[in-house]
T-cell receptor, first 112, second 114 residues
Framework: DQQVKQNSPSLSVQEGRISILNCDYT??????FLWYKKYPAEGPTFLIS?????DKNEDGRFTVFLNKSAKHLSLHIVPSQPGDSAVYFC???????????FGQGTTLQVKP | ETGVTQTPRHLVMGMTNKKSLKCEQH?????MYWYKQSAKKPLELMFV???????ENNSVPSRFSPECPNSSHLFLHLHTLQPEDSALYLC?????????????FGDGTRLSIL
C-alpha cells in the first residue's frame, strides 16, 4: 500500500505560468517532506523540503505548501521555465531516520 | 551532480552470474543508501549504512548483498538474480543518517537480467 501518492503522472504548463505539483500521504506520523527533480539519465536532485512544524517553505521560484490536516503537500514553481521540465518526486520520512518513502513522480513539461 | 559516482552505468547479466555495483561519494558524507526503481514504481529504499554500519535492511532478498568498506564506498553484490530484479539501482549519500539532511543521488546503474 503506497503511503505517498502523486496522482498526476504528468503536467503540461506554458512558460511563465505557475506549475503546481501535488502529493498526498497516508501516514500521519510523517514529519518531514522533500521534493526531488530528475532529468533523464541522471539521478534525482534535491529541490526543497519542509518539516511538519511549518506550512510553507520558499526558495526562489519554488515554494512547498503543507496541509497536515489534509495530508497533502504541493510544490509551486513560478514562473515556470523550459529547464524545469523533468520528473518531480515527493518523499516523506517519519522521524529523523533517513528512510524516505517516495511517490511515483509527476512529469512536468514546460512549453516555450 | 558529480559528488556521487556509480559504476557501471549499464549492466546486463544472466541469472547465474555474479556481479557488483559500485558507488563512491566525494562529499565527505557519513551515510549511504541503496535504492531500487522498477518500471512504473516509486523509488524503494533497500539498505542504509551509517558510519559503515548497516542500519536498515528493507526486507531485501539475500541475493542482494551490500558492502560498505569505508564511508566513501558502497557496493551491491548481486548473485542468482531474477528477471524481476531488472531495474534502475540508485546510490545516495547524506551528511549523516536522517531525513533532515537531503540525500545526494548518483546517476544510477541500469540493470537488465536475461
Amino acid at each position: 500500500d503506497q503511503q505517498v501518492k502523486q496522482n498526476s503522472p504528468s503536467l503540461s504548463v506554458q512558460e511563465g505560468r505557475i506549475s503546481i505539483l501535488n502529493c498526498d500521504y497516508t501516514n500521519s506520523m510523517f514529519d518531514y517532506f522533500l521534493w526531488y527533480k530528475k532529468y533523464p539519465a541522471e539521478g534525482p536532485t534535491f529541490l526543497i523540503s519542509i518539516s511538519s512544524i511549518k506550512d510553507k517553505n520558499e526558495d526562489g521560484r519554488f515554494t512547498v505548501f503543507l496541509n497536515k490536516s489534509a495530508k497533502h503537500l504541493s510544490l509551486h514553481i513560478v514562473p515556470s521555465q523550459p529547464g524545469d521540465s523533468a520528473v518531480y518526486f515527493c518523499a516523506a520520512s517519519e522521524g529523523n531516520t533517513g528512510k524516505l518513502i517516495f511517490g511515483q513522480g509527476t512529469t512536468l513539461q514546460v512549453k516555450p | 551532480e558529480t559528488g556521487v559516482t556509480q559504476t557501471p552505468r549499464h549492466l546486463v547479466m544472466g541469472m547465474t552470474n555474479k556481479k557488483s555495483l559500485k558507488c563512491e561519494q566525494h562529499l565527505g558524507h557519513n551515510a549511504m543508501y541503496w535504492y531500487k526503481q522498477s518500471a512504473k514504481k516509486p523509488l524503494e529504499l533497500m539498505f542504509v549504512y551509517s558510519l559503515e554500519e548497516r542500519v536498515e535492511n528493507n526486507s531485501v532478498p539475500s541475493r542482494f548483498s551490500p558492502e560498505c568498506p569505508n564511508s566513501s564506498h558502497l557496493f551491491l553484490h548481486l548473485h542468482t538474480l531474477q528477471p524481476e530484479d531488472s531495474a534502475l539501482y540508485l546510490c545516495a549519500s547524506s551528511q549523516d543518517q536522517g531525513a533532515w539532511q537531503p540525500q545526494h543521488f548518483g546517476d544510477g546503474t541500469r540493470l537488465s537480467i536475461l
